[in-house]
Structures are given as C-alpha cells and as structure tokens.
C-alpha cells in the first residue's frame, strides 16, 4: 500500500496539469529503507510527448548522486497519462527500474476530476496497490 501525504498527491496533479498535454514526470524521494515519500521532485519529460516520458539522463545522473547523498531512495515515480487512463502501458512496465518503487500515474484526460493509482511493477508485471491519502 501506498501512504502518502495529500499535499504530495496535490504536488503530483499540479504538475500533471500543468504539463498538459505532454506528459510530466517526476520522483518523490523519501529515507532508505523507510517506504515514505518525502522529497517532491519534478522532472522534465525529456520526449516532451503527450504518449510517452523520458527521464533526461543527465537530470536523472544528477538526482540519483543527490539521493545518494541524502541516503534516500526513488519510493515514488509518477507520471501522468494524458488521454487513457491510470494504467501502465506497455512501455511504462518495461522501462520500470525500481522494483521497490510505488508507480503513480495520474490521468489528466478529464480536465475537471484526475485519475490517481499506484502500482509495483516488478520484471514487467504490473500490480496495482492501495492508496491511503493521509493529511
């Protein structure tokens, strides 16, 4: 299950909205060891694309050094999808690195009411966990 605080999840949706119609992406970091999100971090969807994400690779070189130095982890990669659904393609199971990882996705295809879920992805298999939004 994922617990996460609502000024995390309002972070998320703002910046999926923002990003519209391309998708955004980013990381909350939280302790190692610890699975609490924390540290909100917006990325650049390197493929500014409304179908597809990409971490750029020098921004990701850079957060993972910084994390290391925080002795944190990724607990929460997000991304938004902009016209389907909260679900994970194909390619979101098959580029997911992190098997401790909480994958967040939040559709931003209704503009008034957003679609948020969370998933382990672990060699490609895709399950979907519970979200518990805490204040």
Do not use: W
């Not at 540290?39 to 690779?57: G, H, K, V």
């Amino acid at each position: 299950m994922l617990r996460i605080r609502r000024e995390l999840v309002d972070e998320i949706v703002a910046h999926a909205r923002r990003d519209h119609p391309d998708e955004a992406c980013g990381v909350i970091a939280g302790p190692d060891g610890s699975d609490s999100p924390e540290r909100f971090i917006p990325m650049l969807n390197a493929a500014r694309s409304p179908t597809f994400y990409e971490f750029d690779s020098g921004d990701l070189l850079k957060l993972y050094r910084e994390m290391a130095a925080n002795d944190e982890v990724p607990v929460v990669i997000y991304h938004s999808h902009t016209a389907t659904e909260a679900y994970p393609s194909r390619t979101d199971a098959n580029i997911a690195a992190e098997p401790d990882a909480h994958y967040v996705l939040v559709s931003t295809r209704d503009p008034e009411v957003h679609e948020f879920r969370s998933y382990r992805i672990v060699d490609a298999e895709i399950t979907e966990e519970p979200v518990e939004i805490v204040d």
